[in-house]
């Protein structure tokens, strides 16, 4: 059941598409950096290749999506100085982005389970009313549903494998379940932008998510899940510690370099 946040609500209309638009480009760069840490480390070149373009498709998304919101924002902030000189509190990704990597079962699951909500997301948000908004998402849900389909292969590949890869897959979404239900959350921002029809109301997301993950599951002979107690947070920027140790070598060279740009 998708749970609704006792946040106060963003004075304005910008105030919260300001938030809104943090959220969503805040997603797509730290699940960027954390596939990032996979290059040259990954268990083929193929791979390797693979998980390094889902990181460079969702790091363009950041930059668009934190580029509305530092224009929204009005402070001269752009994307560059949203990304990189901001504290660790200021984030708003959803806690499953931040997990680390851990083994190559484990980012599949991740990956999996962010992806085929991002789809939906997506495909939702591109009839959003508002055109910035409409415009990203219609593109990059391209990017997004290739992420979903290679993610899901995977998880059918090793969770229907050997012993140990299905015991691994197991292992990788045990990590991950806790983190589900926070992607599905509605506070008062969102509820407030989804009712002028520019945010998407993700409770209407739910049951194709629901759908989709026990159909791959299924195929990789997996147990369903039993949702444990959710772990939330991240929207309000209460992180795990995981999220500071990957800000730091993110952010190095631009808060030694303050001038500098990509």
């Not at 772990?231 to 631009?254: D, F, I, N």
């Amino acid at each position: 059941m998708t749970a609704t946040l006792s946040t106060a609500a963003p004075a304005t209309r910008d105030e919260a598409l300001f938030e809104y638009a943090l959220r969503l480009g805040d997603d797509s760069l730290i699940l960027g950096q954390r596939l990032g840490e996979w290059c040259g480390h990954a268990p083929a070149l193929e791979v390797d290749l693979s998980l390094a373009n889902f990181a460079l498709d969702l790091v363009g998304q950041a930059i668009l999506f934190l580029g509305i919101a530092g224009t929204v924002e009005g402070t001269g902030r752009d994307a560059d100085r949203l990304a990189f000189h901001r504290d660790v509190l200021a984030f708003r990704n959803c806690l499953l982005v931040e997990q680390p990597n851990g083994d190559f079962a484990r980012t599949m699951a991740r990956q999996f389970l962010f992806s085929t909500m991002q789809v939906a997301l997506f495909d939702a948000l591109a009839h959003s009313t508002e055109p910035r908004l409409a415009e990203i998402a219609a593109k990059a849900v391209k990017e997004v549903r290739y992420h979903a389909e290679l993610s899901a292969d995977w998880v059918i590949r090793l969770g229907d494998g050997t012993d140990e890869s299905h015991e691994r897959m197991v292992d990788g979404f045990d990590w991950c379940w806790r983190f589900v239900e926070e992607m599905f959350d509605m506070d008062e921002t969102e509820l407030a932008l989804a009712a002028e029809g520019i945010a998407v109301d993700r409770a209407t997301l739910r049951a194709d998510f629901d759908a989709r993950v026990e159909e791959v599951l299924r195929e990789a002979t997996l147990p369903l899940p039993a949702y444990p107690r959710a772990v939330r947070g991240g929207r309000r920027g209460h992180h795990s510690e995981h999220l500071g140790h990957l800000l730091a070598p993110m952010q190095y060279l631009p808060r030694t370099y303050p001038d500098a740009v990509w």
